[in-house]
T-cell receptor
Framework: DQQVKQNSPSLSVQEGRISILNCDYTNSMFDYFLWYKKYPAEGPTFLISISSIKDKNEDGRFTVFLNKSAKHLSLHIVPSQPGDSAVYFCAAKGGTSYGKLTFGQGTILTVHP | EPEVTQTPSHQVTQMGQEVILRCVPISNHLYFYWYRQILGQKVEFLVSFYNNEISEKSEIFDDQFSVERPDGSNFTLKIRSTKLEDSAMYFC?????????????FGPGTRLTVL
């Protein structure tokens, strides 16, 4: 089941620069997308989300872009900080507001000082 | 800030034994979920629960699994006869009723090791 894919297993970025994490999906029924951040031995922590009626949502240093025609979304972190180093999961939901999340494989982000 | 809690943090059991994983969702939330993550793999949906019944379940959630909300605060996942392949991190999540879509809040997880 590859409905949500994060093709980059890892990303390394210098502190202060932009981090761009990418996610592709195949299921046209998905209409709500979320990014979660996960540290080792902790549960996923919600970061930011976007509905399919929008193409951009911004929250502080985090911006999510959605390209529905390409079935692609990305998370931009500007400026990146060492504390941002974690695994980032893209997730998608379709159908009911309270339906299950389908996750990507995750991307390990390392921000070097 | 309210959070989802899970106990125990780590459970070791012998193959064939029953285990119960416990979760306390955020208090005003009404929708509850269990997910699992096998080491090195994706986070996978197991089951969702609302109004004291299962809303949706995945193919993984077979007859060996059950969920229960025994009181107003706890939400449990029971595995009747554990298999080696049940070894994973199990995450509980909850979300509130509201207009539009709502993010799911996850607990810290229970690491289940089946020997």
């Amino acid at each position: 089941d590859q409905q949500v894919k994060q093709n980059s297993p890892s990303l390394s970025v210098q502190e202060g620069r932009i981090s761009i994490l990418n996610c592709d999906y195949t299921n046209s029924m998905f209409d709500y997308f979320l990014w979660y951040k996960k540290y080792p031995a902790e549960g996923p922590t919600f970061l930011i989300s976007i509905s399919s009626i929008k193409d951009k949502n911004e929250d502080g240093r985090f911006t999510v872009f959605l390209n529905k025609s390409a079935k692609h979304l990305s998370l931009h972190i500007v400026p990146s900080q060492p504390g941002d180093s974690a695994v980032y999961f893209c997730a998608a939901k379709g159908g009911t507001s309270y339906g299950k999340l389908t996750f990507g494989q995750g991307t390990i982000l390392t921000v070097h000082p | 800030e309210p959070e989802v809690t899970q106990t125990p943090s780590h459970q070791v059991t012998q193959m064939g034994q029953e285990v119960i994983l416990r979760c306390v969702p955020i208090s005003n939330h009404l929708y509850f979920y269990w997910y699992r993550q096998i080491l090195g793999q994706k986070v996978e949906f197991l089951v969702s629960f609302y109004n004291n019944e299962i809303s949706e379940k995945s193919e993984i959630f077979d007859d060996q699994f059950s969920v229960e909300r025994p009181d107003g605060s706890n939400f449990t996942l029971k595995i009747r006869s554990t298999k080696l392949e049940d070894s994973a991190m199990y995450f509980c999540a909850s979300t509130s009723r509201g207009l539009g879509y709502n993010e799911q809040f996850f607990g810290p997880g229970t690491r289940l090791t089946v020997l």
